[in-house]
């Protein structure tokens, strides 16, 4: 099939869909000039993941982790959504059901405008309560004690999902039933091999959706969705979302 039939392919199911769920990773905001994890060039090839990014490593040095974090969260703070985010949120308005699901921390998707968004990895926007689990809305202000402490005296955290730890229940378990429930999934800017992630894409193609797959370059799901559009989601979305609502 030529690339402009699956573009039309594409922008009819988003058209005819009744229900549409959005699986979207770290390619998403790559455009937004934050760097991924994995790819060639990612964090984790200049960085110890198993230092910056687990509950143990944060315990040897709380300090020397929160100062990355911070770092990140600076940069992610700077950064603006990019015609991909805003695609989705107005996919939102325009669709009769949807939801967003991400992998990313980064808060973009919200900065866009897309309010049903389910955070499989928590947000880099939020801190929590090492000891009672007590989640806060905002970052401490630079110059306070690093790691800043709760009320209760308890070191903060990013409210991130870290390596060994799971991934919010309730968010993995609302996911997946998005997934059962759709008639379209679209799944944008992620390679699909992190799980459980990478297995709701496969879950909504199980329950009968349409599954529709937007990324640079083919991924682990490639050759188990029915429509691959292999462009960046800052163009090929607009586009989309254009064509389907003309």
């Known amino acids: 099939m030529k690339d402009q039939e699956l573009f039309d392919k594409a922008a009819a199911a988003i058209a005819g869909a009744k ?6 990773g770290a390619g998403v905001s790559r455009e ?23 509950l143990p490593g944060f315990l040897s040095d709380p300090a020397k982790v929160w100062a990355w974090y911070a770092d990140r969260h600076e940069s992610v703070t700077e950064a603006k959504p990019n015609p991909g985010h805003f695609a989705l949120a107005t996919l939102e308005v325009r669709a009769p059901s ?31 309560c090492l000891e009672e689990g007590t989640v806060f809305n905002s970052w401490p202000e630079p110059g306070v004690e690093l790691p800043p402490r709760c009320e209760c005296g308890a070191l903060l955290r990013p409210d991130v999902v870290w390596f060994g730890e799971a991934l919010p229940q309730d968010v993995l378990r609302d996911s997946f039933v998005k997934a059962r ?62 064509a389907a609502f003309e």
């Open 19 to 24: 229900d549409i769920a959005v699986m979207t």
């Open 98 to 128: 949807f939801t967003l699901i991400t992998q990313n921390i980064d808060g973009l998707h919200q900065a866009a405008g897309s309010v049903n968004v389910l955070e499989l990895h928590g947000s880099i926007r939020r801190t929590r």
């Open 181 to 242: 429930e759709c008639d379209l999934m679209i799944v944008v800017g992620t390679s699909a091999v992190v799980q459980p992630a990478g297995l709701i894409p496969l879950e909504a193609r199980q329950s009968g959706a349409l599954v529709l797959e937007i990324n640079p370059e083919s991924t682990a799901i490639s050759n188990f969705v029915d429509v691959s559009i292999f462009e960046q989601s800052g163009s090929a979305l607009p586009r989309l979302i254009e």
């Open 32 to 54: 937004s000039g934050i760097h991924t994890f994995r790819e060639k060039g990612g964090v984790w090839e200049t960085v110890d993941a198993e230092k910056m990014a687990s």
